[in-house]
C-alpha cells in the first residue's frame, strides 16, 4: 500500500512539474496589481525611500511583443512627505520560455508630483527588466524594476533618476 501511495504521489508531483504549453502572448490580454519600493536614491531632500503601488493593463500584438498602461502612485513618507502619481505606456519584450517569461521594455511616463500642497507635472522614460512566471495558463506572479530619468526635473522635487522594484500577480485573459 505504500509503495502505491508513493507511486502516485510520485506521478501527481511529476505532472504538476512538467511545463504547460507555451502560449505566445499576442492572443491575450492581462490585468495586474503590483506593490513594491520606490526610490528617490540620490535626492537631498529627505524622504528618499517609499511605497510602490501599481495597476497595469495590456496586449500582446506579436509573439513576444505586448503593450501596456500603467498607473502608479508612490508615497514617500516623513516630515515634508512626497506624493507622486505615474500614467505611463511601455512596450514590453517577453521571451516566452515556457513558465518562465523574462520581460525587457521601456516607456513614457507623465508623472504628477505634491509636495508641500506645491503640485507639479514631469515627464519621464522607463527602463524595465523583470520576469513572469506562470502559475497556471490564467495566473501570473511576477516582479519588476523600472528606472525612470525624469527628463523635466530641473524644477522639480523629484531626483534625475527614480527606482520602483514590486512584486505583481496578474490575470491573463484570451481575446479570441
Known sequence: MRRLVW???????LLLAVPTTARAYEDQATLGLAVGYAGNPSSNTPPRNGVDFALSAGAGFGDAWSIQGLLGYNVFPGQRPLHLGIAGLETVYALDIVRF????????????????RNTRGDFALHALIGFDFLINPRWIFGADVRGYWVATNAQSPLDPFILTAGARVGVRFDLH
Do not use: K
Open 7 to 13: 507511486i502516485c504521489a510520485s506521478l501527481a508531483a
Open 101 to 116: 517569461v523574462p520581460l525587457l521594455g521601456a516607456g513614457l511616463d507623465g508623472l504628477l508630483t505634491v509636495r508641500d
